[in-house]
């Protein structure tokens, strides 16, 4: 799948597509709180799998119990469809 920009049109949208995420500074951005460091880091290990199936890879951290996504598709300098879809389906995780 091609990478291509978002429309500032197509970025307002995502509030309704998807309602966990929260655009901040040119990123998709979205945190979960585990019980612990090893629900933690399985859960990274899930999304690892599937952004390394789209090459398309996030940037994250990890605190103890604590993980933030943080999407955005740097050789564009923004948000693309990659970002969208790479969500979508670390939604489906939840």
Not at 4 to 29: C, F, M, Y
Not at 43 to 69: E, K, R
């Amino acid at each position: 799948m091609a990478a291509t920009l978002l429309s500032t049109k197509d970025i307002e949208a995502l509030n309704q597509r998807l309602p966990n995420w929260s655009v901040v500074d040119g990123h998709l951005e979205r945190s979960w709180s585990f019980p612990n460091f090893v629900q933690a880091w399985g859960f990274m290990n899930q999304v690892a799998l599937i952004a390394q199936a789209m090459d398309h890879h996030p940037n994250w951290s990890n605190v103890y119990g604590s993980v933030t996504i943080r999407l955005n598709t740097h050789d564009l300098g923004g948000l693309s469809n990659l970002d969208v879809t790479l969500a979508e389906r670390i939604d489906q995780l939840d």
